[in-house]
């Protein structure tokens, strides 16, 4: 075919009542992940030219998706073929599309010879698809939709290109509410009129209906990718479309690509630079540039511009909206980004004189570097000989300029060393002054950029009266809220003052306002560099390494600044939201009413948890599932609480819980000057410190292969904590490990394991072996062959090596469901090796008074029968042999290595091997019959003798055993044994049957069959 016209258009199943609702769905749309999100703006012209092929690929995907989801359905009744799946060299990163779609989007493409590009007109719909369309017509408006869904299902059956069906068949289901259905009927149309760029942006509009009140999360996602197909399509059938353009700018604005919608406005601006709104949007994902410089100077660009035509037209009508002050304030916040601290002033003048009516007083650009324009009296404008005081009124100087413009004139004339001209305006922006309140209450952020700048200064004192002044509005409007930033300004006027208990509570409330705050820590961490007692230190350095990481976590990704548009507002947090975003929380040090506040705070918190848990685990124990959840949340703010507590844990591991393993020298050389200078002092903070504080940035791993070390010793240990013993504590801790390992978190059970024995609370021995039998049951529940492993060697090498410990190891490893990896890996079999030459030099040494440990040779025996080196396997079983001739684990693995070694295809005298098998395995067979203590141990003894038969071959010395196997159940009696159930029975059944099948006994293996494997 053609065109994209030629694919029939893609349908949903379920859309369809009645008809196949088993059809499996497709998946739905992604885009294209090859997308760089993070565009840098120093490689627009290459990144523009890439960005359109990326577009025709992403809605080439999009569009092979829905062909796809068509042909699942319409071959379900045609019979017809559906495009195949992706076949193994298909990347999964890549969007997979047929062959035959690739060259119907975009014409980048060679053209086929005689045929014309783009799609073709639809079939002109027969009498029979209009005549079902009419009864579908009607039966929708008598609101009979399961008879309109069935006509119009019949009717898309026929011919699925008929427009009018999908867009009847979207209409009832958006009466029905299903909006999603009803949105991939749209789609479905839109595909078959691929030139209606009307119907393209009404369905990204309808798919973006609602999305700014859904939460963050797959729903929100998948309604901003359709809104993206449409809006690229229609770009595809009209790129001049102004409204397409932005569109797709504004989805990709909420989709967080700040780089590639800038890059739709700037296209669309080429179109229609006038256009007000376009302008605006510009500038606000300008604020949210990578480089905001560069953002910054595409919008001011975009904004000067607009002026200038509107200011030749003499007009403030601009297209979509009108020029106001709204927007010259956001034409300055561009300057104080570049820090064109004269270029922004002179704007604001030029720019507010026109907005005033005032625009043919030009001579005042000759007054560069002098405000006097905007004084309240004519004091000094008199003095400018082009000045006539008669001739525009006096509201339209400096009692007309807006009260935050004028502390904007004040901000740029200070940077700009202008002191003189700054404190003229300074003057008239009283914060003490009856009016303040009024005066401020509609741009109250002005009052900080006032406040900064007169602490830049060290006018500390003058900048408290502006940020009391702040407060004031705050407290009277409710609509905003003391930031984390006024707090860290009014923090370090305190300091200034001398007052370091106040900048204390200002930085902690800083911190607690915004978790990711860098200088509210810098600052708190300054001050308590300076204190004499180790504890200061202490805090400095957790509080500079926490500054470290959120530096590192944020990439180089800016924070969104604070816009011109008005105040910010109190955050609501949504359903959810956790409060704290990290293990540590600043502890008050230099004022002692408030600490002793704070622990009251946390001791009432735990005292509640703990009776929730109390609760809760009554309930789990009468039966209640549904307190598991309660029970979990309590238990792990708890245990959180016991871990921060620093008293309880060596330095090193107490950073590490912080999460600040890892310093920040290790970061490249690229990183940003703040971070060098945070690590330098994180550097000089940690020379100070306590000599085990250095090895906290080679923190040891979470698994237990490797020991506690020495740990700290304690002074004084309370008691209790939080009113709790030590011991219900170490039984919260190993029971909030298990249950998480029950529910399938076997990481995070882990690390609790690994807190709890890192505690310096819980260091005798019968404490550390709890813990590990805990840490154990977690890794057997996870199958974790790997923990397995790593906690019997703590059991084999640091509590009580010998047999007991051996055993655990091989019980271990054998209820582990998982493949024997790690049990025959090198780590272990080094370490089972070296035990064995501690033995035997120990062994030595006493002259044979400390004996040999069979069951430790055996077990690297089968280690190495494991790897299938029976040779030496054999070895190892010879020298247990040895020491107990009549053991029968030994005799059975010593025939079996003997067995599998004769097997192998270089074996040498191979029936020596046999008659050395089998004489071992009939030792362990009599030996087994005479000592067995129940029915089951004897199965075992014929089962293993009948496989050994069998592997060799001899099915009808086999089929005597199995036989015996059979016996003894028809026999009755106790199958169970000392260590559970051992019912070979159906084992045994099914190799007779198998055997008789291959023998051609087809009847032997029915009777088997029906007698013994019939469940």
């Known amino acids: 075919m053609d065109s994209m016209m030629d694919i029939d258009t893609p349908v949903d199943p379920r859309l369809t009542g009645g008809i196949d609702m088993n059809i499996p769905r497709p998946a739905p749309m992604q885009l294209d992940d090859g997308i760089d999100y993070d565009y840098d703006y120093d490689d627009a012209a290459s990144e523009a030219a890439?960005?359109?092929?990326?577009?025709?690929?992403?809605?080439?995907?999009?569009?092979?998706?829905?062909?796809?989801?068509?042909?699942?359905?319409?071959?379900?009744?045609?019979?017809?073929?559906?495009?195949?799946?992706?076949?193994?060299?298909?990347?999964?990163?890549?969007?997979?599309?047929?062959?035959?779609?690739?060259?119907?989007?975009?014409?980048?493409?060679?053209?086929?010879?005689?045929?014309?590009?783009?799609?073709?007109?639809?079939?002109?719909?027969?009498?029979?698809?209009?005549?079902?369309?009419?009864?579908?017509?009607?039966?929708?408006?008598?609101?009979?939709?399961?008879?309109?869904?069935?006509?119009?299902?019949?009717?898309?059956?026929?011919?699925?290109?008929?427009?009018?069906?999908?867009?009847?068949?979207?209409?009832v289901h958006d009466e029905l509410g299903d909006r999603q259905k009803a949105l991939t009927c749209m789609l479905s149309a839109a595909l078959l009129v691929p030139k209606n760029v009307p119907y393209w942006i009404s369905t990204a509009l309808y798919a973006l209906h609602g999305v700014e009140d859904m939460d963050d999360g797959p729903d929100k996602d998948e309604a901003l990718r359709h809104a993206h197909m449409c809006y690229s399509c229609a770009l595809l059938a009209d790129k001049t479309n102004i409204e397409a353009r932005t569109g797709k700018a504004d989805v990709m604005m909420m989709q967080g690509r700040a780089g590639l919608a800038l890059i739709q406005y700037q296209r669309a601006l080429s179109y229609k630079p006038l256009n007000i709104r376009t302008v605006r949007n510009t500038a606000d994902v300008a604020l949210d540039c990578k480089d905001a410089r560069k953002g910054a100077e595409v919008a001011m660009k975009a904004y000067r511009y607009l002026i200038d035509h509107l200011q030749a037209a003499g007009t403030f009508e601009a297209e979509e909206g009108r020029f106001e002050w709204s927007d010259l304030r956001i034409y300055l916040e561009f300057f104080g980004i570049l820090e064109q601290w004269r270029e922004g002033a002179q704007q604001l003048k030029e720019v507010a004189r026109w907005l005033m009516g005032r625009r043919d007083e030009a001579f005042w650009e000759n007054y560069a570097d002098d405000d006097r324009e905007w004084d309240l009296y004519d004091t000094r404008r008199v003095e400018a000989l082009e000045f006539e005081p008669a001739r525009y009124p006096q509201d339209t100087y400096g009692d007309g300029l807006p009260f935050d413009l004028r502390a904007k004139l004040y901000v740029y004339r200070c940077k700009a060393g202008l002191n003189y001209e700054g404190m003229m305006h300074l003057a008239l922006l009283n914060p003490t002054a009856p009016t303040a309140v009024d005066d401020f209450i509609d741009f109250p952020d002005c009052l900080k950029d006032i406040a900064n700048t007169l602490l830049e200064g060290e006018n500390a004192e003058r900048a408290l009266e502006y940020i009391g002044l702040y407060r004031q509005i705050a407290d009277v409007s409710g609509d905003i809220s003391v930031d984390a930033d006024l707090l860290v300004t009014q923090g370090r006027c305190h300091i200034i003052l001398g007052d370091k208990a106040a900048a204390e509570e200002c930085f902690i409330a800083a911190i607690e306002d915004d978790q990711d705050h860098i200088e509210a820590r810098v600052q708190l961490a300054n001050m308590y560099e300076g204190e004499e007692v180790q504890e200061g230190r202490e805090e400095a350095f957790l509080l500079v390494r926490q500054a470290l990481n959120l530096e590192l976590r944020a990439d180089g990704k800016p924070r969104r600044r604070r816009g011109p548009y008005g105040p910010r507002k109190p955050r609501e947090k949504k359903d959810g939201q956790t409060a704290r975003k990290s293990n540590y929380m600043p502890r008050r040090l230099l004022n002692a009413e408030k600490r002793k506040q704070q622990e009251l705070e946390l001791q009432a918190v735990a005292t509640k948890n703990y009776q929730l848990v109390e609760e809760a685990k009554a309930r789990l124990d009468a039966g209640d599932e549904t307190a598991r959840n309660t029970w979990m949340t309590a238990a792990k703010d708890l245990l959180d609480d016991f871990r921060s507590f620093k008293e309880f844990y060596p330095w090193d591991k107490y950073i590490r819980y912080l999460g600040y393993g890892e310093t920040a020298d290790s970061t490249n050389t690229a990183t940003p000057a703040r971070n060098t200078k945070l690590a330098a002092m994180a550097a000089r903070l940690q020379s100070h410190l306590a000599p085990d504080a250095a090895d906290a940035a080679h923190p040891d791993t979470t698994s237990p292969?490797?020991?506690?070390?020495?740990?700290?010793?304690?002074?004084?240990?309370?008691?209790?904590?939080?009113?709790?013993?030590?011991?219900?504590?170490?039984?919260?801790?190993?029971?909030?490990?298990?249950?998480?390992?029950?529910?399938?978190?076997?990481?995070?059970?882990?690390?609790?394991?690994?807190?709890?024995?890192?505690?310096?609370?819980?260091?005798?021995?019968?404490?550390?072996?709890?813990?590990?039998?805990?840490?154990?049951?977690?890794?057997?529940?996870?199958?974790?062959?790997?923990?397995?492993?790593?906690?019997?060697?703590?059991?084999?090498?640091?509590?009580?090596?010998?047999?007991?410990?051996?055993?655990?190891?091989?019980?271990?490893?054998?209820?582990?469901?998982?493949?024997?990896?790690?049990?025959?890996?090198?780590?272990?079999?080094?370490?089972?090796?070296?035990?064995?030459?501690?033995?035997?030099?120990?062994?030595?040494?006493?002259?044979?008074?400390?004996?040999?440990?069979?069951?430790?040779?055996?077990?690297?025996?089968?280690?190495?029968?494991?790897?299938?080196?029976?040779?030496?396997?054999?070895?190892?079983?010879?020298?247990?042999?040895?020491?107990?001739?009549?053991?029968?684990?030994?005799?059975?693995?010593?025939?079996?290595?003997?067995?599998?070694?004769?097997?192998?295809?270089?074996?040498?005298?191979?029936?020596?091997?046999?008659?050395?098998?089998?004489?071992?395995?009939?030792?362990?067979?009599?030996?087994?019959?005479?000592?067995?203590?129940?029915?089951?141990?004897?199965?075992?003894?014929?089962?293993?003798?009948?496989?050994?038969?069998?592997?060799?071959?001899?099915?009808?010395?086999?089929?005597?055993?199995?036989?015996?196997?059979?016996?003894?159940?028809?026999?009755?009696?106790?199958?169970?044994?000392?260590?559970?159930?051992?019912?070979?029975?159906?084992?045994?059944?099914?190799?007779?049957?198998?055997?008789?099948?291959?023998?051609?006994?087809?009847?032997?293996?029915?009777?088997?069959?029906?007698?013994?494997?019939?469940?």
């Open 50 to 171: 890439s960005n359109a092929s990326s577009d025709d690929l992403e809605l080439a995907a999009n569009i092979a998706r829905y062909d796809a989801q068509r042909e699942a359905f319409v071959s379900q009744h045609r019979g017809a073929p559906h495009y195949p799946p992706p076949g193994p060299h298909h990347h999964h990163h890549q969007p997979y599309v047929p062959s035959d779609i690739i060259h119907k989007v975009g014409n980048r493409t060679k053209t086929t010879k005689g045929r014309k590009l783009g799609p073709r007109k639809a079939a002109k719909p027969t009498p029979d698809i209009l005549f079902r369309l009419s009864l579908a017509k009607e039966a929708f408006e008598r609101k009979d939709y399961d008879e309109t869904i069935a006509i119009v299902s019949e009717i898309i059956r026929i011919n699925s290109e008929t427009y009018a069906a999908w867009t009847l068949l979207s209409t």
């Open 705 to 1015: 292969n490797h020991p506690p070390g020495p740990k700290m010793p304690v002074k004084t240990l309370p008691p209790d904590h939080r009113g709790i013993p030590f011991s219900t504590w170490l039984d919260l801790f190993l029971s909030y490990a298990l249950a998480l390992a029950h529910s399938g978190h076997r990481h995070e059970a882990y690390i609790v394991c690994h807190a709890a024995r890192d505690s310096v609370v819980w260091s005798a021995p019968d404490h550390t072996f709890l813990i590990h039998i805990a840490w154990a049951s977690c890794a057997i529940h996870a199958g974790d062959e790997e923990t397995c492993v790593a906690v019997a060697r703590y059991f084999m090498r640091d509590y009580r090596p010998g047999t007991d410990a051996y055993r655990m190891f091989a019980a271990m490893c054998r209820v582990c469901q998982t493949p024997v990896s790690w049990y025959t890996s090198g780590p272990a079999q080094k370490f089972i090796l070296r035990q064995i030459k501690t033995m035997d030099n120990i062994h030595t040494r006493t002259r044979g008074e400390i004996g040999l440990d069979v069951c430790l040779l055996t077990i690297y025996g089968h280690i190495l029968f494991s790897t299938t080196s029976y040779v030496y396997a054999l070895s190892y079983f010879a020298r247990a042999a040895s020491l107990d001739p009549r053991n029968e684990l030994v005799n059975l693995s010593t025939g079996l290595a003997y067995l599998h070694y004769a097997l192998k295809r270089q074996a040498t005298n191979r029936q020596y091997l046999l008659v050395q098998a089998f004489a071992f395995l009939m030792r362990y067979y009599e030996d087994r019959l005479a000592g067995a203590r129940g029915m089951g141990e004897r199965m075992e003894a014929h089962f293993n003798v009948a496989r050994a038969y069998s592997l060799v071959g001899l099915g009808n010395l086999a089929v005597v055993y199995y036989r015996r196997v059979l016996e003894e159940a028809e026999g009755g009696g106790e199958v169970g044994s000392p260590v559970g159930r051992e019912d070979l029975v159906v084992e045994a059944a099914y190799n007779v049957r198998t055997m008789c099948y291959l023998l051609g006994d087809v009847e032997g293996a029915r009777v088997v069959t029906e007698r013994w494997m019939v469940l």
